[in-house]
C-alpha cells in the first residue's frame, strides 16, 4: 500500500539529460547564438517527421498561429471560428490579426471542435477555422475540411499525433506546434508552422524576422515580426528529436497505468481516445463528476495537492475568462464545454517521471475518491 508521497511531485518536469547540456554548450561554443544552422537542420528533420514540405522554425506556438493566420490575410472584420477549450493564445492571435474569435462548442467525448456544430458558426465574414487537437487526440478533420474554408489547425498537443493514418503537418493550409518547456518536444520556448503550400512558407519566412542584409545596407519588403527561432533552443529541440519515441514508450506506459489505477472510480472519466487516430499523449485528462465521485474538481485538485501530487487544468473555457467575456459581452453560452471547464483535471504525465511516480498519483486519486464518494 502507497502512503503519502515524501517529496512533490511535479506536474510535467522537462525531460532533459545531459545531451541537451552538452548540445547547448557545443552551440554557445560555436558562436551561433541566434538563428543559424541548427535551426535549419532542425527545420528539415521536423519536415520528414511531420511528412510536410515546409517546417519554419519559430519563437512559440503563439507566434506559429499568429503568422499563419496573416499568412492567410486574416484581418480586420474577419471571424475565426475556434474552439473555447484551449489556452487563450489561440483566441488572442486572432485578436491579433484585428479578427474575431468565434467560440464553436466542443464534444463531449474528447472536448475537441464539435463538428456537428461548425456549421452553424460559419457566417459569409468567416476567414478560417482554427482547431484544437486537445491533448493529443485529433480533431475530426474531414468535416472541418469539407467545410471548404482556409483551416490553420493548433497542434500544441499533438506533435506525434496521426489522423486516420496520416501525420498532422500537412493536411491543412498551416499547422502550429509548440517547443514549449511542458510540450512533448521541449525547448523551453519555441514554435513551428508546418505547411504543404509554398506561398504560406514564403510570406512566413518573410514575416518572422525583419530582413537583414550581408553589409551595410538592409532593406525590407513587409513589416516584420521577430519571431524566430535561436540556435541554442533549436539545439536542445534536436536532442530531444531523438528522444521522441523512447519517451512515446514512457507516456503509453503511464497512460496505461492510469487507465487502469482509475478504472471503475465512479465519477472520474479519462477523456476519449479515438483508437482509429494515434494520440499523442500529450496529457492524461480526467473528468470529475462532483455528483458520482464525490466532491468537486477543485477539491480534488486541493486533496491532491495535500498529497504533494501537482496537478492542472486544461482548460478554463476561454470565451469565460474576463478579457474575453467583457469585450463579447453578448456571447451565447456553451454548455459543453462550460461543464468541462468545471470537471477536467490533468494529473502529472512526463517522461521524466517514473512508473512509480505514477503509481503514486493513482493512489493519491484512490484515497481522495475512497474518502468523499
Ligand atoms: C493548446 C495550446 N495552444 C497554443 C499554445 C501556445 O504555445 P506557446 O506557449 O509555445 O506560445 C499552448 C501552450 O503553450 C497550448 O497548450
Not at 499525433?161 to 510540450?183: E, Q, W
Not at 521577430?226 to 528522444?243: C, G, P, R, Y
Not at 487516430?277 to 474538481?297: E, F, P, S
Request: contains cysteine; proline residues 5%.
Amino acid at each position: 500500500m502507497r502512503t503519502r508521497r515524501d517529496t512533490p511531485l511535479g506536474f510535467q518536469p522537462p525531460a532533459i539529460g545531459e545531451e541537451e547540456v552538452a548540445a547547448v554548450a557545443e552551440t554557445l561554443r560555436s558562436g551561433w547564438l541566434t538563428t543559424g544552422p541548427r535551426a535549419a537542420l532542425l527545420e528539415e528533420r521536423l519536415a520528414a517527421y511531420l511528412e510536410a514540405e515546409h517546417v519554419l522554425a519559430l519563437s512559440s506556438g503563439t507566434a506559429a498561429m499568429h503568422l499563419a493566420l496573416l499568412a492567410l490575410d486574416v484581418g480586420p472584420g474577419d471571424e475565426v471560428i475556434t474552439s473555447p477549450i484551449t489556452w487563450p493564445a489561440t483566441a488572442n492571435v486572432i485578436e491579433h490579426c484585428g479578427a474575431t474569435p468565434v467560440f464553436c462548442d466542443v464534444r463531449d467525448s474528447d472536448l475537441n471542435l464539435d463538428p456537428a456544430l461548425l456549421a452553424t458558426a460559419v457566417t459569409e465574414r468567416t476567414r478560417a477555422i482554427l482547431p484544437v487537437h486537445l491533448a493529443g487526440q485529433p480533431c475530426d478533420l474531414d468535416p472541418i475540411h469539407a467545410l471548404g474554408l482556409p483551416v490553420v489547425e493548433d497542434a500544441a498537443h499533438a506533435l506525434e499525433s496521426r489522423y486516420r493514418g496520416r501525420k498532422l503537418g500537412g493536411l491543412s493550409d498551416a499547422t502550429a506546434f509548440s517547443l514549449y518547456a511542458t510540450k512533448n518536444l521541449a525547448a523551453g520556448e519555441g514554435g513551428l508552422v508546418a505547411t504543404n503550400r509554398d506561398d504560406v512558407a514564403e510570406r512566413i519566412r518573410g514575416m518572422r524576422l525583419t530582413r537583414r542584409g550581408d553589409g551595410s545596407h538592409y532593406d525590407q519588403v513587409t513589416a516584420g515580426f521577430k519571431a524566430n527561432l535561436s540556435d541554442v533552443l533549436a539545439a536542445i529541440a534536436l536532442v530531444q528529436l531523438e528522444k521522441l519515441e523512447a519517451h512515446t514508450a514512457i507516456r503509453e506506459r503511464q497512460v496505461a497505468l492510469y487507465d487502469d489505477g482509475l478504472a471503475g472510480l465512479d465519477g472520474i472519466t479519462p477523456l476519449t481516445r479515438d483508437r482509429r487516430d494515434t494520440h499523442a499523449l500529450h496529457l492524461y485528462v480526467v473528468r470529475i463528476d462532483a455528483a458520482r465521485a464525490g466532491a468537486t474538481r477543485d477539491e480534488y485538485q486541493r486533496a491532491l495537492a495535500e498529497e504533494r501530487i501537482a496537478t492542472s487544468i486544461h482548460f478554463l473555457p476561454v470565451h469565460r475568462l474576463t478579457w474575453f467575456r467583457e469585450r463579447y459581452p453578448d456571447q451565447p453560452r456553451l454548455p459543453v464545454a462550460e461543464r468541462a471547464g468545471d470537471e477536467v483535471l490533468s494529473l502529472p504525465l512526463s517522461p521524466a517521471h517514473t512508473d512509480a511516480d505514477i503509481l503514486d498519483a493513482v493512489e493519491a486519486v484512490r484515497r481522495v475518491h475512497a474518502r468523499v464518494a
